[in-house]
């Protein structure tokens, strides 16, 4: 194979999503302004997310990991437009959504919706299920007549679980796996194609976790949803993902296959983010490698220089301190952004 047709079959491999992405986003950028005193000076620059790329493609879960702090709530915030967008792309079933107004978005909306991580707070406490899972309905005009709006609200209910006569009991009555289901129901409401999921089991008990990434991945097949997941809980990422992306500092440091990358991760930070998992095997872990993150996580208000995670890695070199490497696909098909892949 010439260079180049090695090169293309990488790229191949690392981008399933390349013939019809629903989800392409093309160095997006999200950065806050930091500012001081009364007059509100601008004194520097949060880069929250900072030149992030990726394609989701249809009906696959693509995960995002990476340390408190690292963007993955902004980058999910983003990409519904519920967060203003520095620079860059998104598109959404083909259509550029970067820079619509919210009329615009409000036919789009319908079909990106949010997982939220907190099912406590984020159901209204003063309505009963059955008009927290129609709510989206009624707010696009899309009730229909009292007993199709009813039938739709207990079609919901069936798919996710939840018994018809808990319709018209309120959220405290129900237990935290339970009032996710609940919230997954009103997400469906509007037959989305994407689901933003950001921490959506980070908040329950260990038991109920399995229970609701069960049942998304069940929801996932029956009704053929792609998902953008976010956790940082790794065997729940491990469990659910076809790809993951690791972020550190606002930029993505690799993008794989799920089994390529927990079974061999090659950037630094993937290697010591996965090393500090604990493995159930004692003889797997007596005979690990034990690596260590150095250090804590610098502040994104003032990343390092070149490779944000050279302070911290094993295999830190004088390059690394100047010269931020670029996210590239390498020959086993996964993108790699480090200076020692190249
Ligand atoms: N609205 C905002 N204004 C200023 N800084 C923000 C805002 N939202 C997030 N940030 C900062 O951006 C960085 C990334 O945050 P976030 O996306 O929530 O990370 P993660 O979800 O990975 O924990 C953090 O340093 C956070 O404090
Ligand atoms: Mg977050």
């Known amino acids: 194979m010439s260079e180049s047709a090695v090169a293309q079959a990488a790229t191949a491999a690392a981008d399933p999503a390349a013939g019809d992405p629903l989800l392409q986003v093309d160095d997006l950028k999200v950065h806050f302004p930091v500012t001081e005193g009364l007059l509100k000076r601008q004194v520097g620059t949060i880069k929250a997310v900072d030149g992030v790329s990726f394609k989701l493609a249809r009906g696959e879960t693509f995960s995002l990991v990476g340390e408190s702090g690292c963007g993955k709530s902004t980058t999910a915030l983003a990409v519904l437009r519920m967060q203003t967008v520095t620079a860059g792309r998104i598109l959404f079933e083909g259509v550029d959504v970067t820079h619509h107004s919210a009329a615009r978005m409000r036919p789009i909306r319908r079909r990106m919706q949010m997982v939220y991580q907190d099912p406590f707070g984020s159901l209204n406490p003063r309505m009963k299920v059955s008009a927290i899972i129609g709510e989206p309905l009624v707010i696009h005009g899309l009730a229909g ?19 018809p006569d808990m319709a018209d009991r309120y959220p405290h009555e129900f237990s935290g796996g339970q009032r996710q289901r609940i919230g997954i129901a009103r997400s469906l409401a509007l037959d989305p194609s994407l689901l933003v999921c950001d921490e959506p089991v980070s908040a329950l008990d260990v038991s109920i976790q399995a229970q609701v990434v069960n ?13 953008l997941f976010i956790a940082h809980d790794l065997s729940v990422v491990r469990h659910i993902s076809n790809r993951v992306a ?37 003889e797997i872990e007596a005979n690990r490698a034990q690596q260590i993150i150095k250090g804590e996580v610098p502040s994104v208000r003032n990343p390092p220089s070149g490779c944000h995670f050279h302070p911290r890695c094993v295999h830190a070199m004088p390059r690394c301190r100047v010269e931020s490497p670029a996210l590239r696909p390498r020959d086993d098909g996964r993108l790699i952004a480090c200076h020692l892949y190249d």
């Open 145 to 163: 007549d009292r007993e199709a709006h009813r039938a739709r609200i207990r079609e919901l209910m069936a798919l996710v679980g939840l018994l």
């Open 215 to 227: 049942l998304m991945m069940d929801l996932q097949r029956r009704l053929g949803l792609t998902y």
């Open 246 to 282: 690791v972020m550190y500092l606002g930029r993505i440091v690799e993008i794989a296959d799920r089994d390529v990358l927990f079974n061999a991760p090659k950037h630094p930070y993937t290697e010591a983010l996965l090393a500090a998992v604990p493995v159930a095997n004692p």
